[in-house]
């Protein structure tokens, strides 16, 4: 084990972030710490790593072992290049090897026992280099650059030169080249492109340690985690698997969570239903039965009601209007920037319904054709047209269809006049904004809210033809269920720009990959774009592609005949079955129909034996009574009976 993390604790100003946080994590294991924003996933790290203290509980890392930690906005030294701030992390090599080069020029002037003592340095020095890698750790240097998307004449950069997201890439190859026993990364993925993440995703792979990341790239966790560990509602639950493993079991425990709670709450009712039944027959036997019900209710431990999932954000996205089947149609389109062609002659279609995938390195042109598309930039050459009855909703990645100076509230008010106050803040509530959070100002607004609000106004749009630019970023993984959710249940057509290949795999029926200046059409989701990427681009410089020799569809060669037999015996199965347990039902409706008119039958009997030995005149008829007493006798055993029945019958 080499780390351990017992009974975490933390609350900010009466909130409570964290509360018992405990889990291990063991040499070379791979774990991803998953939930929503806000959940403390970024304070758990922070209290891993010692920047901030727990106000209980211990973290323990294994003697001996190193730890490096990736923040999302990790420091690097902008007076250095890109290259030098790597180099840094091997300073021990280089200073190794000026000691060698000194020994070297030493021995050729020593003699006697001076040379040997400088022989003996040299050799240890080394071995110390050859250990460390001292011979390859500038073309490591040069392969972790290069695999996170910098370019040989980038490497010379100076630091103070770049953007953000260039600054955590130069922060992560530092990291990664340190190899600390244990990484942990905060949201590694942010700032890289498609090429870079499958790098690092074979890198952290291949890694000889442990790593911890928070990400909420669903599809690299997939690649990376053999273990998830879940914050939800200040708790921690660990989870064997990667993250559909976790996905899929979290699912099972929130469906038998859910499960267990309707029904306990249908028994609830139901014996209170029954106990009911039981004193409207007002008998003192039935009344004694419907007090020892009401004691066995009354022993429950009755189960709290379960977080609905997704049940929070309410997204639903309906066109206004029906497109025509044409609804884009781009011809010859080219653009440049400079000397720096982006594009050129590209062309492509979109039909009624279709949800289409644009995807490729950063720097491409992705966001760029969305604007063209969208009227915001001109292209250099080429046109598009739109279909007929095509209404645009677009989502900018960057949110510059929001007005940084305005309120919440004035941003769907200004937009949809026609809409009532309770109307609005109805709106924001389904995007979690409540309160006083609608007079908030958008600049105030975190990346992830300015998101929801845009998918806000994008609900409200009701467009037919949604452009979609990076949608799930900032969004934590909830959120980004919720929209997949809507996007697959929207009519309309969609052309998004995504990095997310999970949000990808799920929403996409076909995939345009802008590559050497011209787009590549898959059609399929991006596990069908990784399938055929190698024989497309094969086919595309003219080297022969593989034969594929089995069919996806038919893996085991079974006849198709075969299988629809087999389909149609299953489906007669599930319809017997089905008509069986509806008679069943049937059935026992009306044995318990027949039970209550028995019961009912009898009870008037007896009300009317009570009346008639109550009469005087029957009084002085002794066999009378006799007979009237024999009865009640005998009817009151056929209720109990029929009490027995009629229970069992309820249930």
Not at 178 to 191: G, Y
Not at 490 to 495: D, H, K, N, S
């Amino acid at each position: 084990m080499i780390l351990s993390c017992q009974n975490i604790s933390k609350e900010f100003v009466e909130h409570k972030v964290l509360a018992n946080i405990s889990f291990h994590i063991e040499d070379y294991e791979k774990a991803a710490i998953v939930g929503v924003n806000g959940a403390g996933k970024t304070t758990l790290l922070r209290i891993i790593v010692g920047e901030m203290q727990p106000d209980e509980g211990l973290v323990t890392l294994a003697k001996d072992k190193t730890l490096g930690y990736l923040a999302q906005n990790s420091a690097v030294d902008t007076a250095n290049t890109i290259y030098d701030e790597l180099l840094s992390v091997k300073q021990n090599l280089i200073t190794l090897e000026t000691l060698m080069r000194k020994c070297e020029e030493d021995m050729k002037h020593a003699s006697g026992s001076a040379l040997d003592n400088l022989m003996k340095q040299y050799t240890d020095y080394t071995h110390a280099f050859e250990r460390d890698g001292g011979y390859s750790y500038k073309s490591e240097i040069v392969g972790v650059l290069k695999g996170l998307g910098f370019t040989e004449a980038e490497f010379s950069k100076s630091i103070a030169t770049l953007s953000g997201g260039q600054k955590t890439r130069v922060a992560l190859g530092k990291l990664l080249l340190q190899k600390p026993d244990l990484i942990i990364l905060d949201e590694p993925t942010n700032h890289l492109d498609m090429n870079s993440i499958t790098w690092l995703e074979t890198y952290l792979l291949n890694y000889k340690g442990a790593v911890i990341i928070v990400s909420h790239d669903r599809y690299f966790l997939d690649k990376i985690a053999t273990k998830v560990i879940e914050i939800d509602q200040t708790k921690a639950t660990t989870f064997q698997g990667n993250y559909s493993d976790y996905a899929v079991k979290k699912e099972q425990l929130r469906i038998a969570a859910w499960n267990a709670y309707v029904n306990q709450q249908r028994e609830i009712k139901h014996q209170e239903e029954v106990i009911e039944k039981l004193r409207s027959f007002n008998r003192e036997k039935s009344i004694k039965r419907a007090e020892s019900r009401e004691k066995m209710l009354d022993k429950i431990d009755i189960i709290e009601k379960p977080t609905e999932v997704k049940a929070d954000m309410k997204l639903t996205l309906t066109p206004h209007i029906q497109s025509g089947n044409d609804v884009l149609t781009v011809e010859g389109l080219s653009k440049a920037f400079g000397s720096q062609k982006l594009f050129e002659n590209v062309g492509f279609e979109l039909k009624r319904g279709e949800h289409v995938a644009i995807i490729g390195d950063n720097g491409t042109g992705k966001t760029t054709l969305l604007k063209i598309i969208n009227g915001i930039l001109a292209a250099d050459a080429g046109k598009f047209r739109l279909g007929t009855n095509v209404e645009i909703g677009y989502y900018d990645q960057d949110h510059h269809v929001l007005h940084s100076e305005k309120t919440l509230f004035e941003e769907i008010s200004d937009d949809y006049p026609y809409l009532t106050n309770t109307e609005i803040r109805n709106v924001l509530a389904a995007f979690l904004f409540t309160g006083e959070d609608v007079f908030k100002r958008i600049q105030e607004l975190s990346g992830g809210e300015r998101g929801r609000v845009s998918l806000a106004k994008l609900m409200l749009s009701n467009a037919n033809f949604l452009i979609l630019d990076e949608p799930t970023n900032h969004l934590d993984i909830m959120s980004k269920e919720i929209l997949e959710d809507a996007i697959n249940q929207y009519e309309g057509t969609v052309l998004y720009v995504s990095h997310d290949r999970y949000f990808i795999n799920k929403t996409a029926h076909r995939i345009l990959d802008l590559t050497a200046k011209q787009f590549v059409n898959y059609i399929g989701n991006y596990d069908y774009y990784l399938e055929k990427h190698d024989t497309m681009m094969a086919a595309l410089n003219g080297v022969n592609p593989p034969i594929a020799s089995t069919s996806a569809a038919n893996p085991f060669g079974v006849s198709s005949s075969s299988q629809a037999k087999a389909a149609d015996s299953e489906n007669k199965l599930d319809w017997k079955a089905q008509k069986e347990e509806q008679a069943r039902l049937r059935k026992k409706e009306n044995d318990l129909k027949k039970c209550e008119e028995k019961i009912a039958t009898i009870e008037a009997r007896l009300q009317e034996i009570d009346t008639e030995m109550s009469d005087p005149s029957i009084g002085t008829q002794v066999a009378k009574l006799q007979d009237l007493s024999k009865e009640q006798i005998k009817l009151n055993e056929q209720l109990e009976k029929l009490y027995e029945e009629w229970e069992l019958l309820a249930e």
